[in-house]
């Protein structure tokens, strides 16, 4: 019987991202999925901000956003004529907007990740059983041309979609609703589209419901999705003439489909586990959650999720932080969920409702989709994901502090330009990432701090160097005043400003971006170690 240390089942998006997190830390990994390789079939096909972030940290960035297409804007139109634009608006990121990519991308950039890292995802695998107990987990896998194999592992990581054998096998209920109505949806060559801009998504209101035209995918193909009236049988598979004729009638006669990739009907599910873990298993990405297409949260929810559960069990495998640690992610990521799904409720519903609707109710309806800057960023950022909050998380400490502005604990760490590490100019995000967290000593605004307390200081968090780095930020060349320790020039302030550090302060940073603790107090790191329950040593 073999033995790993953890076994991710599901090889998309969100078990290459759990796998690959894993497995860069060293952790003995295994991932396992039932198809025979990467779909092919556009089904998600935006990246977010917050996501690619994720990936630039990762060095993904350049690879996954080849051939992409930010999405600047929505463009609405009533029976095929135009009503009018609203453009989103760019976020405080290296990538202020999403970007249109094809999921098999995605994938595909995730896998070759992975696989640097030693691991293959063996394809054709199905799990089938599932056995816990106080030391780890025995599993059941079917192999397609081998039979069946008996496993071990001490953690089980289920990233198997909204179908999840492993949610059923462990008896995690799935709560939830179905939309009333179905929908057709399909990635298909759409000729006749020039007028369109190929940077903004298109929405078509008609009488018989409502048609979305995403954000044109590169290689100039689209993916389309439409309502369907309540009573459409959705049995078998639609055909192209079937989606000619919706896109004609509702959109505008002169847009052609050609060359299908997939065409399916679809039926929109809002559901959500009670709990995401059950002993030594988790659950992530549709797993745990499904909800409205509409928006494209779905890959990039699951996306991190994986990457706010992988450094945690990573410390955990390794000895580093006691299972206590695991507790932080269903209390950080199924709000998240709860929220997602919510929202995204609130807007297919809302978009549903104009075939029904009165005149005037549809001119109220459609009114209200055209809102102030305030209100449009706010929702940039949202969708983005780059607002969330873990100030109610066990891994945050929060307390009273000097410090006017920059980010709180709990909230994303932003990003800083202009930087200067080893000489090399870089940027916060950039820095290569790694399994601890950071720890910035600021020197203040006024680049007048003493240098002995901040090196000192430095020098005292070394105490917990299994968890953290320090980096000392500076206002420019300092010489080699601060002897070990890393230093980041500042010498435009930028990384200064973000974090409102106008005097001496210390932020410490997750391993996944977001700030667990700061202070105007330099030496005071030990208190959130304490609140860890983590000893120095």
């Known amino acids: 019987m073999t033995t790993d240390t953890v076994l991710v089942v599901g090889g998309r998006t969100t078990g290459l991202m759990m796998a690959s997190e894993l497995a860069r830390r060293g952790v003995p990994t295994r991932c396992i999925d039932k198809s025979p390789g990467i779909d092919p079939h556009v089904r998600a096909n935006l990246l977010h901000s917050r996501t690619l972030e994720i990936f630039q940290g990762l060095g993904l960035d350049e690879h996954a956003t080849r ?22 608006m760019p ?87 179905a939309d009333e109505l179905p929908y057709i949806l399909g990635d298909v060559l759409v000729a006749g589209d020039d007028h369109l801009e190929p940077n903004k998504g298109h929405v078509f209101f008609h009488d018989r419901g409502e048609l979305y035209m995403f954000t044109r995918l590169p290689g100039n193909r689209h993916f389309i999705v439409a309502s369907l009236d309540a009573a459409t049988s959705t049995e ?33 599910n809002y559901r959500l586990v009670p709990h995401y873990r059950r002993g030594r298993v988790f659950l992530a990405g ?18 991190q999720d994986a990457h706010n559960l992988g450094w945690k069990l990573a410390q955990v495998a390794r000895g580093r932080a006691g299972a206590d640690i695991l507790e932080s992610y269903e209390a950080e990521r199924r709000k998240v969920a709860e929220n997602v799904v919510e929202t995204t409720r609130q807007i297919t519903n809302t978009m549903e409702l104009y075939a029904s609707l009165t005149q005037d109710e549809r001119d109220k309806l459609i009114a209200n989709l055209f ?76 680049g007048d701090a003493p240098a002995a307390e901040i090196s000192d200081a430095a020098d005292a968090s070394s105490r917990f160097a299994s968890w953290l780095k320090p980096y000392i930020v500076t206002k420019g060349e300092t010489g080699n005043v601060f002897g070990k320790h890393a230093v980041l020039s500042d010498e435009q302030g930028n990384m200064h400003r973000a974090y409102a550090a106008k005097g001496p302060c210390i932020y410490l940073i997750r391993p996944d971006g977001y700030v667990a603790y700061r202070s105007s107090e330099l030496a005071s790191v030990d208190r959130y170690f304490e609140h860890l329950g983590v000893a120095a040593g």
């Not at 549709?286 to 996306?303: F, K």
């Not at 945050?396 to 930087?419: F, M, N, V, W």
């Open 67 to 88: 051939g992409s297409v930010p999405e600047e804007g929505l463009v609405f139109y009533r029976n095929g004529e135009l009503i009018g634009e609203s453009p989103h």
């Open 91 to 177: 976020i405080d990121s290296p990538f202020p907007f999403g970007l249109s990519q094809s999921q098999a991308h995605t994938e595909a950039t995730l896998e070759a990740h992975l696989n640097g890292f030693g691991v293959e995802v063996e394809r054709s695998v199905s799990l089938t059983g599932i056995a816990q107990d106080a030391d780890g987990v025995t599993v059941t896998l079917q192999h397609e041309e081998t039979g069946e194999e008996q496993a071990r592992c001490q953690w089980l990581v289920a990233c198997d979609g909204a179908h999840s054998a492993v949610r059923h096998l462990i008896g995690s209920a799935f709560p939830g609703e």
């Open 236 to 268: 078998g598979t639609p055909s192209l003439e079937e989606f000619q004729s919706i896109v004609a009638e509702r959109g505008q006669s002169s847009l052609r489909l050609s060359d299908p990739q997939w065409l399916g009907y679809f039926r929109i």
């Open 286 to 303: 549709d797993a745990a959650h499904v909800h409205s297409l509409l928006a494209g949260q779905g890959m990039n929810t699951g996306i």
């Open 371 to 446: 809102t102030p800057e305030p209100a449009r960023l706010d929702a940039a950022r949202s969708l983005q994901e780059v607002d969330l909050d873990y100030g109610a998380s066990p891994l945050t400490l929060s307390q009273k502090d000097s410090i006017e502005g920059g980010p709180a604990p709990g909230t994303r760490a932003p990003d800083a330009k202009d930087l200067v590490a080893d000489g090399r100019p870089t940027t916060l995000f950039k820095l290569p990432a790694d399994d601890q967290y950071r720890l910035f000593f600021f020197c203040g605004e006024r």
